[in-house]
């Protein structure tokens, strides 16, 4: 496939460049008046206009660009897109001032979510994700992990993470897994922690483990959640099974987390509404990806993580959407750029950095994907004709996202 004419050619880091950390996100190198040239599902080569090769300029143009820009694919590196059911009956309480805790102590929030999970089938569910990453293509995703954690029995759990599999084995793109039980404790738990620690260690990890369903462990740590304690004994136990921590730490308050995900080697922290000094300069000497989500915040109404003051202290911060029923009922990565640019004050070119590259970097993918390189695979996505590179995250609310391409074949869902 040969594109000609691309009026910018964005994201162009070096293969080898697997994350930007400060100030390296506010450089989104870009070629103005480019062609890329895309071979067995490869990027092959690209350049400018002006000095194309003629062995390749005499090659027929698939298709010519004039106007258009052509981004690497999103990167969305934190999802919970496995469900039974929409929740916007909890939309109505949000509406009337109930908070997220109160809507979960009332019955609602992720042991709803469960109750309903645990009815549907493996093929119902599979169906009703599958559309939504179909969906999420279409807006230019074209990397995701998607977590378990409605499930919350050793059948459901299992059977979420099979559902993830099949994703995986049927989509275009690369799909991590991440085994989620620690979630919430399910209702006959609620007072016994340990009794749900156990099951979750002695029971589900060696299944999951065998059948190799997961490539991650999470934990919800946060308070009437999981404490500390417990969350450093689950990342031990999923450590010896290979499973790197990424964590949902910092959501609803500052809780140690960060600090136990960091000594565990997670690979990256995720919200991060909420943190203090102590959380900044635990995250300066680790590698942890910092994921921030801010259709998270848009949703629940809740502070936006203080992107600025991260990426100032150095830290590599990545963009995700969150995508569940509960407190982000939305997949579109573009307007979680938007947001990220609207609300948490972030450049055009640090967010797209951060939602692509840094995105990969999440899901250790970044060698293959989230940037254009070449010999990385040809996951991009050409927009609508645009004035300029901030118009897509300015223009909030509108896709932008024209011809998707994975693997170097246009995508059509
Ligand atoms: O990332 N915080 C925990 N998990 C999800 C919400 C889950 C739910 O409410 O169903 C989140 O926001
Ligand atoms: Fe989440």
């Avoid at 989620?180 to 060696?206: C, S, T, V």
């Avoid at 809780?255 to 900044?280: K, Q």
């Avoid at 896709?399 to 994975?406: F, R, T, Y």
Wanted: hydrophobic share 40%.
């Amino acid at each position: 496939m040969l594109i000609t004419n691309i009026k910018g050619l964005i994201g162009l880091h070096l293969k080898d460049k697997l994350v930007l950390r400060g100030n390296e996100l506010s450089n989104l190198p870009v070629i103005e008046n480019a062609w890329l040239l895309v071979e067995n599902g490869l990027i092959k080569d690209f350049g400018e206009m002006d000095s194309i090769p003629s062995h390749i300029s005499n090659l027929s143009s698939d298709i010519s660009a004039e106007g258009r820009y052509v981004f690497p694919s999103w990167c969305d590196s934190h999802t919970h897109i496995v469900f039974a059911a929409s929740r916007e009956e909890e939309f109505a309480m949000k509406i009337q001032g109930k908070t997220y805790e109160e809507i979960a102590a009332a019955g609602g929030g992720i042991l709803n979510s469960a109750r309903k999970l645990q009815k549907a089938t493996e093929d119902e569910l599979f169906q009703s994700a599958a559309l939504r990453l179909k969906q999420m293509i279409l807006q230019g995703t074209g990397a995701v992990e998607i977590k378990s954690g409605y499930g919350l029995t050793t059948e459901s759990e299992i059977k979420m993470l099979r559902v993830i599999r099949r994703l995986k084995d049927q989509f275009p793109i690369p799909v991590k897994a991440t085994f989620l039980a620690a979630h919430a404790f399910p209702a006959e738990f609620k007072n016994n922690h340990q009794g749900y620690i156990d099951l979750i260690i002695n029971e589900m990890l060696p299944l999951i483990a065998a059948e190799k369903l997961a490539d991650y462990i999470d934990v919800f740590c946060e308070k009437g959640f999981f404490s500390v304690a417990e969350t450093d004994q689950l990342l031990k136990a999923g450590a010896k099974y290979g499973l790197k921590p990424k964590i949902h730490a910092n959501q609803l308050s500052v809780s140690g987390a960060i600090e136990v995900a960091v000594e565990n080697g997670a690979i990256s922290v995720d919200h991060l509404e909420e943190s203090n000094e102590e959380t900044i300069e635990t995250l300066r000497n680790a590698d942890t990806i910092v994921t921030l989500l801010p259709s998270c915040s848009f949703y629940l109404g809740i502070p936006f993580a203080d992107a600025k003051g991260f990426i100032k202290t150095g830290l590599p911060v990545a963009l995700a959407t969150d995508y569940n029923p509960g407190s982000t009922p939305s997949g579109n990565m573009n307007f979680v750029v938007s947001l990220a640019c609207i609300k948490m004050k972030m450049f055009p070119e640090q967010a797209i950095n951060a939602a692509t590259l840094n995105g990969a970097a999440a899901m250790q993918l970044s060698k293959d994907y989230g940037s254009i390189a070449v010999g990385k695979k040809a996951n991009f996505f050409i927009t609508k004709p645009m004035p300029s590179i901030a118009y897509l995250p300015y223009s909030f609310g509108e896709s932008q996202v024209d011809k998707v391409i994975l693997n170097g074949e246009i995508y059509n869902g």
